[in-house]
């Protein structure tokens, strides 16, 4: 094989060991893995990768948040890094990223850095954090009922273990999240409407099955309130009405909201569930 294959073919393989790595990767890291500077320099050259800062390159359609990470010398973490993971994210309002307490200061003054100790060690390669730093720095930045959505959305899709994170060095709100998170909302919107209503000192149980059909919250044992999320039309909506009624010739009482009534009108909602509670609705008789 001539030496002009030979470099064709190092620079096709080095392409595809930074495409491997998320697109973006360190020179040093690349060099331990077999590839030479020169190679690199080439690759550079012909703009198969591209420069993001010293000692960082990247594949030119590179992921541009990881992109971004890498040039400010950060880890994409907390609110934007559980997004990314899917989980149950109220909002977002700017980038939220970590790093080393003794680094040097972070350039894009529109995202928020978290500058505290991480719970799980970073390797230097790393441009977003992992699971158990993540919801540790949810834990706290956000208020608890955003916090406590993004760590049951957590627990219910299995990417951390209860048992695991009782064993980390969790500060005090995390320690408080972790009592209350349970593995089986199903939407960060239930997480909140739950929590919202615990003073109500009466037995709430989230995802029932009841005639059939799971419904949202189960409040003592008749009173049964569905919480309609953004694309709830068409066939769905006629599925519910028809649940609905069945629920109601079995005894049941039914409260449906929306969405929007939880997030932007919370105390029309207390209102309407306190007095349902206050009327007895939720007993059986």
Not at 95 to 118: C, F, I, N, Q
Not at 253 to 265: A, P
Request: proline fraction near 4%.
């Amino acid at each position: 094989m001539s030496a002009t294959i030979r470099t064709e073919t190092a620079i096709r393989a080095l392409r595809e060991g930074v495409a491997s790595r998320g697109g973006v990767a360190r020179v040093a890291s690349l060099q331990r893995a077999g590839w030479s500077r020169h190679c690199i320099r080439l690759a550079l050259q012909r703009g198969i990768l591209v420069r993001v800062r010293r000692d960082w390159v990247a594949v030119p359609d590179a992921d541009a948040e990881l992109v971004a990470a890498a040039r400010d010398g950060v880890v994409l973490s907390c609110l934007t890094q559980a997004r990314r993971r899917g989980l149950w994210v109220l909002r977002e309002d700017r980038p939220h990223v970590a790093a080393d307490p003794h680094a040097a200061g972070h350039k894009d003054s529109r995202a928020l850095v978290h500058w505290a100790m991480p719970l799980v060690p970073r390797h230097p390669d790393a441009l977003v954090d992992p699971i158990e730093n993540l919801l540790a720095l949810v834990a706290a930045c956000q208020p608890h009922e955003a916090a406590l959505a993004v760590w049951e959305s957590a627990l219910q899709q299995g990417l951390v273990v209860r048992a695991a994170l009782e064993r980390l060095p969790l500060d005090a709100a995390s320690r408080v999240l972790l009592d209350q998170a349970q593995s089986f909302a199903g939407s960060g919107l239930e997480t909140i409407f739950a929590a919202r209503l615990r003073w109500l000192r009466v037995r709430i149980l989230p995802q029932v099955w009841i005639l059939g059909h799971r419904v949202d919250f189960l409040i003592g044992q008749r009173l049964i309130v569905q919480v309609d999320g953004r694309q709830h039309i068409h066939r769905q909506r006629a599925d519910d009405v028809a649940h609905d009624a069945a629920l109601m010739l079995h005894g049941y009482h039914v409260i449906r909201v929306t969405y929007e009534q939880v997030l932007g009108d919370w105390p029309a909602v207390q209102d309407l569930i306190s007095r349902a509670v206050g009327q007895g609705l939720h007993l059986a008789r």
